[in-house]
């Protein structure tokens, strides 16, 4: 069974939903925190590290331009970059990737550019299904 800590409840009705769609009803027990700070170093929008018991999410809830200037995420891009981590969170917690090394499913990716390994590939494809199934519809 997966639970999770979330400091902003907004979205809790979509996190439920992610984490339904995410994680089989016989996943083992796992936590997900999930906690949101200003801005996270090199401008990421979100951060995931864990192992199969505990995941950690950070998110950003600004990023900055090349000027300087902050801007706010707005609610769906936090659900988008929410939805992203919330796929590498079963990625963790299913021994697929860890916090060590570029190894997927036990195949070494170290030469491979990281927005080309198949976390990052799987992250991206599967945010936009979770947005488009879990946020848009019910926040129209």
């Excluded at 990421?44 to 900055?64: M, N, R, W």
Aim: net charge negative.
């Amino acid at each position: 069974m997966i639970t999770y800590c979330n400091e902003n409840a907004k979205f809790d009705p979509f996190i439920d939903e992610c984490v339904n769609a995410l994680f089989p009803h016989n996943t083992a027990e796992a936590l997900i925190d999930i906690e949101y700070v200003d801005e996270i170093e090199n401008n990421h929008a979100g951060t995931c590290i864990g192992d199969k018991e505990f995941v950690q999410i950070t998110l950003s809830t600004d990023y900055s331009l090349e000027c300087g200037d902050k801007i706010k995420y707005c609610d769906q891009e936090v659900a988008s970059n929410l939805a992203h981590e919330l796929v590498h969170a079963r990625q963790f917690i299913n021994g697929e990737i860890n916090s060590d090394d570029y190894v997927w499913k036990g195949v070494d990716y170290h030469d491979s550019d990281y927005a080309e390994t198949p976390w990052e590939v799987e992250a991206y494809q599967m945010e936009q299904v979770l947005v488009d199934l879990f946020w848009e519809n019910k926040n129209d």
